[in-house]
C-alpha cells in the first residue's frame, strides 16, 4: 500500500496555503494529522511546520481568520484557534534536550532537519502545501510502510531520538497503545539501556505523557513496554511493584492464581471496553495497588491480601501530589479503590438494607462507576462463574437504587444543620458539631430514624446530653491525633 497524495482536503488547509504563497512562505502539514488522514481518521488538530518566521505567520493567520495567536515563546511555537480547528505552527528546528536544565534546546534548522528531530517514522509524515505539488506526501524515512506493518520506529538511531528527548520512550509506549503496534526492536533496547534518562524530565511532562497513555484504546500494550524497559519503575514504582505478585485462589470467592501487573492490565483493558473516563481507567489501575503491602500468608486458607483496598486509597493523595495529578480527581479515585471489594460482600440476600445504605453514601456520584470497576475486575476464564457474577452485581446495584431512592439518599447529609445543631445544644463552632451531625447520620444509616428532619431533630433532643459527653471524648482524640 503507498499513498502519494491526499485528497479531500479541507479548507482550512487550502486557505492557508493560500495565505502562505501570497506572503512568501513555504508551509507544510506535519505528523499525527498526516498520519491519521491515512488511517481514515479525521483529526482537527493540525500542525504546520513553516519555513522562516513560524510567529509572524501565526499572527497573519490568526488576522485573516478573526482569531488571536497563542504564542508559546520558550519553543517558539503559536496556536491559532479558527472554529472546530486548533491549528499549530512552528519554524523549521533543531532540538536537542540539555541535561542540566531540564529543558529541549532548540535552534534553527532546515525542512529536513525538522523532519529528522522528529520521535518517529509514522510522525515523520508531511504534507506539501506548495502551488506545485500541494496534496503530496513528503515521506524521508519510509513512514507509510511502517504504519502499514504496525511498527514503530525512530527516524534516526534510537539513541540519538532519544537522548535529543528521553520523553519519548514513552511516547513509544503510548504510540504503541494507539496505533496497536510493536516497538522496533532496536528502539526497546535503546529505551532498557536508557530507562534511567527518564529521570531528567520533569514529572509535569511525565504525568501528561503516561495520562495520555491511558487514554489510548488498549493501554495495556504500552504499559507492558513500560514495564519490559524497566521505565516504569521510576515513572511509577508502586504498579511496578505489583509484578511478581500472585492471587491465590480460596474457595468459591477467592483469588486465581495469577500475577497482579497482569491481572491489573487486563481488567483496565476490560473497563477500557466500557468507559473512556480516564479518571476511572486510572482507578482501575489502582484498585489492586496495595497488594504487595499487604500480602499475608495465614495457616491453613493461604496467602491473603487483607485490607489492601483500604490501604490503597489511602495512598492515593501522595501518589497524585507526587505525580502532580489534578487534585479535584484524587478523592474520586480514592473512593472507587476504597470500595471496589465492596459490592461482592453484599450479595447474599441476608444483606442488611444499612450495609446497602452504607455503600450508597459511600460511593455517591461514583456508584455507576463503581460497578464498571467491579464488573471489569471479573477475569474468569470459567463462563459460568462470570455470568454468576454478572448477576450477582446486578442484583446488589438494584437493590442499592431501590433502597437510596427510597431512603432519599442521593445527596445524603444531616437533615439537621450546623446552624440548628449549635441553637439547640447552645453550642458555638467547635467539633462537637460535627459529631453530632456524624451520629444524626449513623442513625439514619443504622435505620434507626428515617431520613426525616422531624425525626432527626427528635432524636437529637432526646440525645444531645449523652452525645455532647462523648463529643468531649472525641474532641480530645481529634487533639491527639494531630
Not at 481488567?267 to 476511572?280: A, G, I, T
Not at 439537621?416 to 444509616?445: D, F, N, T, W
Amino acid at each position: 500500500m503507498k499513498y502519494h497524495v491526499l485528497t479531500d482536503i479541507p479548507d482550512i488547509i487550502h486557505d492557508l496555503a493560500h495565505l502562505a504563497e501570497r506572503n512568501g512562505y513555504s508551509i507544510y502539514v506535519v505528523g499525527g494529522y498526516v498520519r491519521d488522514r491515512i488511517l481514515g481518521i479525521d483529526s482537527k488538530d493540525i500542525d504546520f511546520t513553516v519555513v522562516g518566521d513560524a510567529i509572524a505567520f501565526a499572527h497573519l493567520v490568526a488576522e485573516s481568520k478573526h482569531s488571536k495567536a497563542v504564542i508559546y515563546e520558550r519553543f517558539r511555537t503559536a496556536l491559532v484557534p479558527v472554529g472546530e480547528y486548533l491549528l499549530e505552527f512552528v519554524g523549521t528546528r533543531k532540538e536537542e534536550y540539555e541535561e542540566q536544565s531540564r529543558k529541549p534546546i532548540v535552534t534553527e534548522g532546515t525542512f529536513e532537519d525538522d523532519i529528522n528531530r522528529r520521535d518517529f517514522t509514522v510522525n515523520c509524515l508531511a504534507l506539501s502545501l506548495q502551488a506545485d505539488s500541494f496534496g503530496s506526501i513528503i515521506d524521508l524515512h519510509d513512514g507509510q510502510t511502517d504504519l502499514e506493518n504496525k511498527i514503530l520506529r525512530t527516524p534516526l538511531d534510537p539513541v540519538i531520538t532519544f537522548s535529543d528527548d528521553p520523553l519519548r520512550m514513552m511516547r513509544a509506549a503510548r504510540f504503541a497503545s494507539k496505533l496497536e503496534c510493536e516497538v522496533d526492536p532496536e528502539a526497546i533496547k535503546a529505551m532498557k539501556a536508557m530507562a534511567d534518562r527518564i529521570s531528567i524530565i520533569s514529572q509535569e511532562r511525565i504525568s501528561d505523557e503516561f495520562i495520555n497513555l491511558l487514554k489510548t484504546k488498549k493501554p495495556s500494550i504500552g504499559l507492558k513496554i513500560l514495564h519490559e524497559t524497566g521505565l516504569l519503575k521510576y515513572v511509577f514504582p508502586e504498579l511496578e511493584s505489583l509484578s511478581g505478585i500472585e492471587l491465590i485462589q480460596v474457595g468459591d470467592h477467592g483469588y486465581a492464581h495469577k500475577d497482579v501487573f497482569l491481572h491489573t492490565l487486563q481488567v483496565l483493558d476490560n473497563l477500557c471496553e466500557m468507559s473512556d473516563n480516564v479518571w476511572l481507567r486510572f482507578a482501575t489501575l489502582m484498585h489492586d495497588i496495595a497488594k504487595p503491602k499487604t500480602k499475608r500468608f495465614i495457616e491453613g486458607i493461604g496467602w491473603s491480601f487483607h485490607g489492601h483496598e483500604e490501604l490503597g486509597a489511602r495512598w492515593q493523595s501522595g501518589i497524585f501530589r507526587r505525580m502532580k495529578l489534578p487534585l479535584e480527581h484524587s478523592n474520586y479515585v480514592e473512593t472507587l479503590v476504597r470500595l471496589h471489594q465492596r459490592p461482592m460482600v453484599l450479595v447474599d440476600d441476608g444483606v442488611t438494607d444499612s450495609a446497602i445504605r452504607r455503600l450508597a453514601v459511600h460511593a455517591g456520584d461514583a456508584l455507576d462507576d463503581l460497578f464498571l470497576l467491579c464488573k471489569a475486575d471479573i477475569t474468569t476464564k470459567n463462563s459460568k462463574k462470570a455470568e454468576r457474577y454478572l448477576r450477582n452485581y446486578e442484583k446488589v446495584y438494584n437493590k442499592i437504587l431501590d433502597v437510596r431512592e427510597r431512603d432519599q439518599l442521593r445527596a445524603f447529609q444531616s437533615p439537621v444543620r450546623g446552624e440548628e445543631i449549635m441553637e439547640l445544644c447552645s453550642l458555638q463552632p467547635s467539633p462537637a458539631i460535627g459529631y453530632i451531625k456524624h451520629m444524626i447520620e449513623e442513625a439514619i444509616l443504622e435505620g434507626i430514624i428515617p431520613n426525616d428532619h422531624e425525626q432527626a431533630k427528635k432524636l437529637l433532643l432526646q440525645q444531645k446530653d449523652q452525645w455532647l459527653e462523648e463529643a468531649k471524648h472525641y474532641k480530645k482524640h481529634l487533639t491527639q491525633l494531630s
